[in-house]
């Protein structure tokens, strides 16, 4: 019933302030679906639901409505089919203008009880049904079908009868998605997107319903997915000789490209299921196939992958001259004229030389281990020598020996026309790499690209040989190249609530996130006359707990013997990155209050937790002061976070927080802003933590908060013109 009434109402965002217009015409967006859509078993479902936190995402501009039903089958002949529900029929009613359907984990079920799975014949035809009632009479309409989330049957959550009954069942979910990948073929309207990889065996409560991160994770892609416009497939059929494969679940076209001088060269292109407006490819130069992360997960933000087979040739001009006419034949068929590359290995040096040739035809770079300079590899100038590697390599250059010594042509002397067109490199660099070292390669380009200027991001992997290669997740590559395209956001920056939920020491003692909002807000309206506010995360949090956070005088904490006079009051929230500081600040997190100066330190769990680079999170600090300084025209921001994070100097999250001080640095040139950069406090002088930080290397110990307030005082002195 609970379900029934939802499905009967407009989805009236919690994230809205009552009575704020969303605007003449949103669009209407279904969440068709089971119990995973309803939300069971999501704490604080209400506001954490994945349509609840999708509709958040979205924004003002759509209107999300939730017709999930628990227990339902997209089968019709399955023992509780979703068709035959009242919202079934709301939903026919409401006439949405995009549906996103999840169903099909329930049509798994085959046994005593439930004898789902004996029908799934039928699951094409049974999802082209319902897709075409929902579209009936529709030209614009748009339906996303997901494949069903993943199953853990080895949570260790559950008993062992439901980890075997997962077991079973488990594998079926692959069946299901080819069928909904084939229902999508049928009608231009419908989009398949595959949920397989979104989920981690942490964000679900009992292998398979998700806890609020889960349905956050889900959110996040429909709404990418929702947000990305779409275009006509190119038809790749026609090519000749071509031989249609499957790459993990999209056609791959095997074809050959001839020419007189060259004879036939193999080439390859996977098309999308359904291409992004532009049609963008990823262009693989080496390795096709190997560590394909990256490039599945393009595939299915609607680019195409392509690969001209170059070896032997190590980046010289026959591979060039087949790259040209590669990125020619690309472009007839219909594709964007400008590719991102991507060069693994020996791969960079194809890449480089072809962007150095043709800077105004690349969208960006990505580069894995590469290859800059020949000499290092397969020369072995310190690197690793491969002798039948040095003898093709020069006989492709036209050198010997001597004469390569003295080449002054390398892909490292060629920059200056790719930097003149600002063209975006990413470079992954296993930094114990003894194959391709990256001081005579990665480093090397890193060091001239940056002095020309121009846009280079870097993710250092500490102790990492040349294998394996890749970024793993590849989640904050794949935003960076998307971001740099113009087709992605930073979610740093963008304001949503939290999904947190906890009852740990570092926690708030039970209940959610929105819970503590509502207790925040009460402590602001009990405390307006407060000039000092601390904002923040956990480390903001624990100067004072989650209980009482106004500074007492004559008390006990550090907190209230510097700031106990001063009736500071600490509004730190543990488990908050920017993008959630971001939805306090906007809805009010200050209202009732003028505070004289605002103590800001955030960013380290969008380091730790959700993996955020170090551009994205000084994307998200600036974001965060600007909208401070525009909602408290009264107040001075100081900056004095984030503090170090991780047990090394060469830790991913410490070297992503050592950036966003460049940033912070940057900011304190503003009018009411000051940065204080302290990370020397709590490090010894080899890099490490120190008895400030606690076991974890991200949080204070108790002498680290008193250091911490103790350093900030002269200035807070001043600031407060005390």
Known sequence: MSAILLALLPLVSPFSDPGTSIGATPVRVACLGDSITYGAQVADRERNAYPVQLAALLGPGYEVRNFGVGGRTLLSAGDTPYVKTRPWTLLLEWKPEITVVILGTNDTCQGNRRRNWEHSAELESDALALANRVLLKQEEGRMILCSPPPMFPDSPAIDDQRRENLRSRAPRLERIGAALRATAEQDPRIEFLSLSQVLTQ???????????????????????????????????????????????????????????????????????????????????????????????????????????????????????????????????????????????????????????????????????????????????????????????????????????????????????????????????????????????????????????????????????????????????????????????????????????????????????????????????????????????????????????????????????????????????????????????????????????????????NNANAAGHTGVEIGEGLDAVVTALLHSEPQAHVLISGPFPAGPTPDDPRRRALDMVHTEAARLANEQRVTYLDLRELFLDEDGRPNSRMSSDHIHLTAEGQAAWMEAIEPTLSQLLGE
């Open 202 to 604: 942490d964000m679900v409560v009992d292998g398979v319903h998700t806890t609020p991160f889960g349905a956050r994770a889900i959110a996040r892609r429909v709404a990418e997915a929702v947000q990305a416009p779409r275009t006509a497939s190119i038809q790749l059929d026609t090519l000749p000789g071509a031989r249609v494969s499957d790459f993990h679940g999209y056609r791959r076209h095997d074809f050959e490209l001839r020419s007189e001088e060259q004879g036939p060269v193999p080439c390859i292109l996977v098309e999308p299921q359904a291409p992004a407006r532009g049609r963008p490819w990823i262009w693989r130069a080496r390795f096709f196939g190997h560590e394909p992360e990256l490039d599945r997960e393009l595939l299915s933000r609607g680019y195409h992958l392509a690969y001209c087979d170059v070896s032997n040739l190590y980046g010289a001009e026959p591979a060039l001259e087949r790259w040209d006419r590669f990125h020619g034949l690309c472009v007839e068929l219909g594709l964007s004229p400008r590719p991102v590359l991507e060069g693994m290995s020996r791969g960079g040096l194809i890449v480089l030389n072809w962007a150095a040739r043709h800077p105004k035809l690349v969208e960006s770079i990505y580069l894995d281990n590469p290859v800059c300079d020949f000499r290092s590899w397969p020369g072995g100038a310190s690197g690793k020598r491969s002798d039948p590697d040095w003898e093709r390599c020069l006989a492709a250059y036209g050198l010997d020996e001597a004469r390569a010594q003295e080449y002054e042509n390398m892909p490292l002397d060629r920059l200056e026309s790719v930097a003149s067109a600002s063209v975006p490199i990413f470079l992954v660099m296993g930094e114990a790499d003894e194959v391709v070292p990256p001081g005579e390669n990665g480093e090397e380009l890193v060091n001239r690209y940056e002095a020309l200027g121009a846009p280079i991001e870097v993710w250092r992997k500490p102790g990492t040989g040349h294998h394996p290669h890749g970024l793993h997740p590849a989640s904050p590559l794949l935003r960076a190249i998307l971001r740099r395209a113009g087709r992605g956001v930073n979610p740093a920056t963008i304001p949503i609530p939290s999904a947190e939920y906890r009852g740990t020491a570092a926690g708030w003692g039970g209940g959610t996130w929105w819970d503590q909002l509502e207790k925040l807000r009460l402590l602001a309206d009990a405390h307006s006359g407060s000039e000092l506010v601390f904002l923040g995360d956990s480390i903001t949090q624990g100067l004072t707990g989650s209980a009482a956070r106004a500074a007492q005088p004559g008390g006990e904490r550090d907190f209230d013997r510097f700031h106990g006079e001063r009736g500071a009051l600490s509004l730190g929230l543990s488990g908050d990155r920017t993008e959630h500081l971001l939805y306090r600040i906007e809805h009010g997190a200050l209202q009732g209050l003028e505070p004289r100066v605002i103590v800001l330190s955030i960013g380290v």
